[in-house]
């Protein structure tokens, strides 16, 4: 871990590199053409871009085509616990002196550039040096002049959940809905296939806007369904339906994720038996996850489960708060979040749910919310709150032997920290 964060810090304290997110291709492009162009030796590229889901539509699509015994490489972000996991390149993940090398490289340039930029170049530089069927990219916050988007003739683009989250990238008089959609959406390549998902009736009225022009083959989410059956949930599309066989994936919104990854994968021709062997594994690490064993959990009592959740936006914390809603046993939030997120709209979603939450700042995050404003923030919205300053604190205050469910949520970052203690 400690070498993980090293390489983020010789990133960031770069004098030609900055932390400061600032759209526009121009740097990435010129940084590019110095080396060559790698990004053009890459085929079969699938972008995915949007608000919420993008690494469950991609991971899901990565185990599929992975089981059909073909390789892709990939490009998320954030990574969880250590800076490697964003750099997956067919069969392992990118080594921390792989990635010193690949620093070395790009700083040599002399192009200024952003932090994202350069990581996005790093994958770019490895995975050109690649022979694999698929190439999967996730995009940052928005895609018009996001550095992911640098692609000219991708296999497909993938528009995930769109919502209000990155209001805060865009200009003061721009912060609406409609621009947020206009900038994931309305940049999208004219030759390739698209595959839109789940999105709330308003939000697909502005992306089919956004598309009306658009020459490539759109798949609409009208393609398939995902539904319910006794207990059971299903894919279904005119030719197929899937039984979605799994004991990991918890929320109606993660399903959506996997049938919208299913109906993709299947376009890629992999069969519909592969696909409904594989689902039982997939398994989203920070998303609805149960810690099952480890030291954190093995500080707990018997009757206590520990999950954590790294949703930070509306739109996540009422699908967390769905499913929240049916597990009946008592529950507490440690909440942690990053100050360019909506705190006032996260929390307030969880109304009648939580017995207590504990507030407390993200370790190692500059740009982390104080736990002091947290609290602040979820007393004004009448809950029951107090503050802690690490996770031990936190939980020392929550535990007992009663039976009840502790869910840590608000950040990605923080579900990173706590993998990693645990």
Same mark, same amino acid.
């Given at each position: ?7 983020? !810090? ?77 750099? +997956? ?14 620093? &070395? =490289? ?57 919502? &209000?989250?990155? =209001? ?24 390739? /296939? ?17 598309? &009306? ?10 393609? +398939? ?65 149960? =810690? ?32 929240? /809603? ?8 440690? +909440? ?18 939580? &017995? ?30 107090? !503050?802690?300053?690490?996770?031990? /604190? ?29």
């Amino acid at each position: 871990m400690s070498r993980s964060i090293s390489l983020y !810090k010789q990133l960031a304290n770069h004098k030609l590199i900055n932390q400061t997110i600032n759209f526009d291709l121009k740097r990435i492009k010129s940084a590019l053409k110095k080396l060559g162009n790698p990004e053009k030796k890459l085929g079969n590229v699938i972008n995915f871009l949007g608000s919420s889901g993008k690494f469950t539509t991609l991971h899901s699509v990565k185990c599929f085509i992975e089981a059909n015994k073909q390789t892709t490489t990939a490009y998320i972000s954030p990574s969880l616990r250590d800076i490697k996991e964003r750099f +997956w390149m067919g069969d392992r993940f990118l080594t921390h002196q792989e990635i010193k090398k690949s620093i &070395k =490289l790009i700083t040599k340039l002399k192009v200024p550039l952003t932090v994202f930029e350069a990581l996005t170049i790093i994958y770019i530089i490895n995975a050109s040096q690649k022979n694999t069927d698929y190439h999967l990219v996730e995009a940052g916050a928005l895609f018009a002049k996001d550095s992911t988007n640098v692609f000219d003739f991708p296999l497909a683009q993938v528009i995930v959940n769109i919502n &209000k989250q990155h =209001l805060n990238f865009l200009a003061k008089n721009k912060k609406t809905l409609e621009e947020v959609v206009f900038q994931k959406v309305g940049f999208l390549s004219n030759f390739t /296939r698209i595959y839109v998902g789940k999105q709330k009736p308003d939000v697909l009225i502005k992306i089919k806007k956004n598309l &009306k022009k658009n020459k490539s083959i759109i798949n609409y989410p009208n393609t +398939w369904k995902l539904i319910k059956k006794s207990k059971n949930y299903f894919y279904k599309d005119k030719k197929n339906k899937i039984k979605l066989n799994t004991k990991n994936i918890h929320s109606k919104g993660l399903l959506e994720n996997l049938c919208h990854a299913i109906k993709i994968s299947l376009d890629l021709k992999i069969d519909k038996k592969v696909i409904e062997k594989t689902i039982p594994s997939i398994f989203f690490e920070g998303r609805f996850q149960y =810690l099952k064993k480890g030291k954190i959990k093995n500080e707990l009592y018997k009757k206590e489960q520990i999950m954590l959740d790294g949703a930070h936006a509306e739109t996540d914390a009422k699908n967390l708060a769905n499913y929240l /809603r049916n597990i009946k046993v008592p529950k507490y939030a440690i +909440w942690a979040m990053m100050k360019n997120k909506e705190p006032d709209l996260f929390i307030k979603q969880f109304k009648g749910i939580f &017995k207590k939450i504990i507030t407390l700042p993200i370790e190692n995050e500059k740009n982390c919310m104080t736990a002091s404003d947290l609290k602040a923030i979820a007393k004004k919205n009448k809950f029951n709150v107090d !503050k802690a300053n690490n996770l031990n /604190r936190a939980i020392k205050i929550i535990t007992s032997s009663d039976k009840k469910l502790i869910i840590c949520m608000g950040s990605l970052y923080n579900v990173g920290n706590i993998l990693n203690k645990n």
